[in-house]
């Protein structure tokens, strides 16, 4: 933990990525550990040696207070505030005598401020440093503390802004200045009053490089050439620059003429470019941002190219493997693009446009997410995201976390408080996040009791976006107000039961009856049975929340069995798979995810995607998890998995798939292994079932 003597230093307004100084002497170090931070990010060197392998640290979080009136959507709200640390074991980088340690600052989030789609949402006007050095020899401990007495200097990085990109400039640069070497005198940095934050470890995993790809050549001309990394990766391109000047720009996908199509990661007035000035001989890469790309172009004379892609280190859990390679596709598909969004302990919805932690796809994907990854560390930061973001007076919860702006609406968004948690208790079994987090849950339910009219949930922030669903097939027209209600009596019923688990008494009876009542005389059509017309799945809503009666169920079946495909948005979606698994209709939840022809997920493996679209016509970012929320459904519905808190104790009851032929999965829970095998075979499935650990099949 940082020493009172640790200040907080601000470095200037005039560098974009400053580099800071300070020397030290040491007569034999013992053992040396220090705490940093550095805002937005940093890079440690210690006599020239690049301090560990993650990048964009610390994690991203609401760091401070700031003016919220020159964001797109002004807000009335006021948020809390946890800045992260990290800390670094670094005896092997120190020697006898004189020590350079050097941090070099970069924008992150925390100064933002080329992309103005949600406002002015940056935080400062100068990137900030705080360490704290603790060097113990001959048997005490001595610090080394960020004091005011370092020095500032200028960093070979000219620009860098997250979607923009990076432009370095190696004239007259080498590495003497990270190891002390140059006489040049820096400017001051300055001693700053502390953010008014909570300032955490980072216990969440950092950025590291996932895998080193070999792009391929595919088209080369006297100015340029374009490569294909294989897949839609996030990260960057490594390279080793042979001419003076070197320009690498991204794209998810090619014209008709094989040029880059900026059209689906932010279009030409958002390129992320990186360039490279007078670098010859040396390996280069961006520092400060990622792209997310499956292909890009060189203008330069380059060497020794390499895609690196870069997320949250978390480890992947699960396997699995079928008869139907649309099935395959959508599993394989989906882990690619939770991973390629996560970033700094956030769930972002794409990782180039907007790179935003929107409450409503995060949690729909975090359930699936901690089904297929070890993401607990990263979760459990990601909640404490959404808390702090919450309005501590009205208890609003924002649509995206950290909060940088973005539309959503107070259900399918807000609902993040109750519905994340809750998933995390769910598969991990763990009661902390529900104990930590009930009172957020409470407050969030207040300010949605006060958006009602008439039991209805039918507004929410003046001036600001109220949407029910999203991304539907066609326009979406299953109503607001339905949506939103949904998901109000969800959370109720949600922190009703998780009050009972942790001995906390929440009565929601009242306002739930009120809410069902009103959905029934608002929506529910007597005539026919349906809801809203049985539009974009809206009778599986109301039948996930106990309401309409038989003939609901049966016009739900018939539709989705004549025609064959989704025609929901992000929400109705993994509503709708949830409603079919759970009353064991897993052959047409089987033949909806399977579907080839349009709108399907196996149209997007058709169409050559190697990630999940944003919209089923695909005329939106091309690496999107929202959709794939419904992969946890090939668990419980297509695998017949069936288990208590924390999967320990876990049923299973397959049934008979027509076309699968096979299904293979190994999926580690927290307390051991499932290895499942099924054979369809004359209308029978033959099963094997292997355990590991304290896990029990009942």
Same mark, same amino acid.
């Given at each position: ?7 907080? +230093? ?8 400053? +580099? ?567 052959? +047409? ?110």
């Amino acid at each position: 933990m940082f020493s009172k003597n640790a200040k907080w +230093l601000g470095c200037g307004e005039k560098f974009s990525a400053p +580099l800071v100084i300070k020397k030290f002497a040491v007569s034999r170090a013992e053992n040396a550990v220090i705490d940093i931070c550095g805002l937005g990010y940093y890079e440690l060197f210690i006599n020239g040696q690049r301090v560990g392998q993650e990048f964009f640290k610390p994690a991203v979080s609401d760091y401070s207070e700031r003016d919220f009136t020159g964001f797109a959507y002004p807000l009335p709200d006021r948020t809390s505030h946890t800045i992260y640390y990290n800390t670094y074991d670094v005896t092997a980088y120190l020697h006898e005598g004189e020590n350079v340690l050097a941090v070099l600052l970069g924008n992150g989030f925390y100064r933002q401020k080329m992309r103005r789609c949600e406002g002015n949402t940056w935080f400062g006007e100068e990137l900030l440093l705080r360490y704290d050095l603790r060097i113990k020899e001959g048997g005490r401990t001595r610090r080394i503390t960020s004091d005011g007495t370092e020095l500032v200097f200028p960093s070979f990085i000219q620009e860098n802004n997250l979607f923009y990109g990076e432009t370095h400039d190696y004239a007259a640069y080498d590495c003497a200045l990270l190891q002390g070497k140059r006489s040049e005198t820096g400017a001051p940095v300055h001693v700053i009053s502390a953010p008014k934050a909570k300032l955490l470890k980072q216990r969440c995993p950092n950025d590291t490089i996932r895998k080193k790809m070999q792009p391929k050549l595919l088209k080369k001309t006297a100015e340029r050439a374009i490569y294909d990394v294989g897949e839609n990766i996030s990260g960057f391109v490594c390279l080793k620059v042979c001419s003076d000047l070197v320009r690498v720009r991204h794209a998810e996908g090619l014209t008709a003429d094989g040029d880059l199509d900026f059209s689906t990661s932010g279009g030409i007035y958002q390129l992320s470019e990186n360039v490279y000035k007078n670098a010859r001989g040396r390996m280069v890469h961006p520092w400060f941002s990622w792209s997310g790309f499956r292909y890009f172009e060189i203008v330069g004379e380059v060497e020794e190219v390499e895609a690196w892609f870069i997320c949250s280190d978390v480890k992947v859990t699960a396997e699995f493997a079928c008869g139907n390679e649309n099935i395959n596709w959508l599993f394989d598909a989906f882990l690619r693009t939770q991973l390629a969004n996560m970033h700094g302990g956030v769930p972002s919805d794409c990782p180039h446009r907007e790179r935003l932690g929107y409450t409503g796809d995060g949690q729909l994907g975090a359930e699936t997410t901690m089904l297929l990854t070890d993401s607990r560390t990263f979760y459990k930061k990601w909640i404490r995201d959404i808390a702090d973001c919450q309005d501590v007076n009205s208890g609003h919860v924002q649509h995206t976390a950290p909060f940088f702006g973005g539309g959503g609406g107070p259900g399918g968004w807000g609902g993040a408080i109750v519905l994340v948690p809750y998933a995390y208790y769910k598969v991990y079994g763990d009661t902390s996040v529900l104990k930590d987090y009930y009172p957020n849950m409470l407050a969030y339910l207040r300010c949605m009791h006060g958006f009602c009219e008439n039991g209805l949930v039918v507004k929410e922030r003046e001036k600001g976006w109220c949407l029910g669903d999203w991304c539907t097939l066609d326009a979406v027209a299953i109503p607001e107000p339905f949506v939103n209600t949904f998901y109000y009596v969800r959370c109720m019923e949600l922190t009703q039961k998780i009050g009972a688990i942790i001995g906390e008494k929440a009565e929601f009876d009242e306002e739930i009856n009120q809410a069902k009542t009103a959905l029934e005389k608002a929506y529910f059509e007597y005539a026919t049975g349906d809801f809203c017309g049985g539009v974009q799945g809206a009778n599986a809503f109301a039948l996930l929340i106990g309401l309409g009666d038989e003939r609901t169920r049966e016009n739900l079946l018939r539709k989705y069995k004549g025609l064959g495909a989704f025609d929901t948005g992000i929400f109705g979606t993994d509503i709708l798979t949830e409603y079919l698994a759970k009353i064991g209709e897993t052959q +047409l939840l089987y033949d909806l995810l399977m579907r080839e022809e349009y709108p399907s997920f196996g149209h997007m493996r058709k169409q050559g995607a190697t990630t999940i679209w944003e919209a089923w016509k695909g005329d939106g970012s091309h690496n999107h998890p929202m959709f794939g929320a419904c992969v946890k459904q090939i668990f419980y519905g297509l695998l017949g998995i069936q288990a208590d808190i924390g999967f320990r104790n876990i049923k299973i009851e397959p049934k008979y798939l027509d076309g699968l032929g096979f299904v293979r999965a190994k999926i580690k829970f927290p307390h051991g292994t499932l290895c499942l095998e099924y054979r369809y075979q004359d209308g029978t499935v033959q099963t094997e079932i292997k355990t590991s650990g304290a896990i029990k099949v009942l």
